[in-house]
DNA sequence: TTTACTGCAAACCGTTTGCAGTTCC
DNA sequence: GGAACTGCAAACGGTTTGCAGTAAA
C-alpha cells in the first residue's frame, strides 16, 4: 500500500492530505474497516475530513483495484486493502474477520457443467466458523 | 419448501395467508429476490399485504434456516430458499444469479495453519463472471 | 378468548448527491 | 487560472420499529 500514492499519481490523480490519510488508515492486513470506521480513524489525524470525502476516496480506491469491498451480514459494508488476493474467515457471533489463504483453487472445482455459459474469472470464499474468544468452553 | 407450512406449524407458529405467500414466492431454484421483490410477487396474489409483514416472515424464514440471506454488492439483500446447500455464480455486469454446486468441499481447502482458532463450520463461494448475454462478443 | 400477527407510518442508518467554496498543479 | 477536490447538508433507499387493530387457534 506504500507505493498507492504514486499509483493515484500516475493516474492523474491529486495528492490531498484527505486522500493520504484514508490510504494510510486502510494499510495492513486483516483490516475491514467500515466508511464510518475510517472517517473515525481518519478524523483523529485530519479533524477537519468530511464523511463524503472518505465516501469518495474509497470509491475512488475500489475502481483503481486497491480496495475490495466486502458486502456482509451487517448493513454496513467493509473495505479491505486488497494487496495480496485472498478469501475471509468470518466469526458468527461477534463478526471478527481474518484474512485467509486456502491451498488450491476454489475455481477448478466448478466444473463446465455447472457453469451454465458463464465465463468465471474468480471465486470469492467466506468461510465461517466460531473464533477463539467465542467457541463454547 | 412445501412441507414449510408443517414446520412452521410444529414450531407453534400461525399459519396466516401472508406467510403462506411469502412461502409460496421464495419456492424454486435460482431464486434469489430482494424483500421489495418478494412484496411485490407477494402482493399480486394478497394486495393488502404490508412491507412489515413481508419483512418479519423473511426474519422468520431465515432463523428457521429455510431461507439464506446472501449480502451482495447491491444495497438490498438476497432471499434464497435454502433447500439444499449451495453456492452463487454471479455476473459482474448484470448481476444476475444461478445456483451452482461445485465438486468437493471448499472448506478442505482451509489448512489448520489458516484458521486462527477458529471452529469452521461452513464455506460459501461466490464465483464472478460474465454470463453469456453480457459476455463480449 | 387470548395473544400472536398484521398494517401503518415514522424512524433509522449507511450511502449518495448537488453545489458552493477551496486547493492543488 | 482552471480543473479537480472538499465539506456541508439534504436526499435517498433498504430495513427496522412502535403501536393500535385484527384474526388464528
Not at 19 to 45: F, P, S
Request: glycine letters at 6%.
Amino acid at each position: 500500500m506504500s507505493d498507492l500514492l504514486e499509483r493515484l499519481r500516475a493516474r492523474g490523480w491529486r495528492i490531498t492530505a484527505q486522500r493520504r490519510v484514508v490510504a494510510e488508515v486502510l494499510d495492513g492486513e486483516h483490516v475491514h474497516l467500515t466508511a464510518d470506521d475510517v472517517l473515525e480513524r481518519a478524523a483523529a489525524r485530519l479533524p477537519e475530513i468530511s464523511r463524503a470525502t472518505v465516501y469518495n476516496t474509497l470509491g475512488e480506491l475500489v475502481s483503481l483495484g486497491e480496495v475490495v469491498e466486502f458486502a456482509t451480514d451487517d448493513r454496513a459494508k467493509r473495505y479491505d486493502p486488497n494487496a495480496l488476493p485472498h478469501h475471509h474467515l468470518v466469526c458468527s457471533v461477534c463478526g471478527t474477520i481474518r484474512d485467509v489463504h486456502p491451498s488450491g483453487d476454489p475455481l477448478a472445482d466448478l466444473p463446465t457443467t455447472e457453469r451454465y455459459g458463464f465465463t468465471v474469472h474468480e471465486a470469492e470464499v467466506t468461510y465461517r466458523g466460531l473464533c477463539p474468544s467465542c467457541a463454547p468452553t
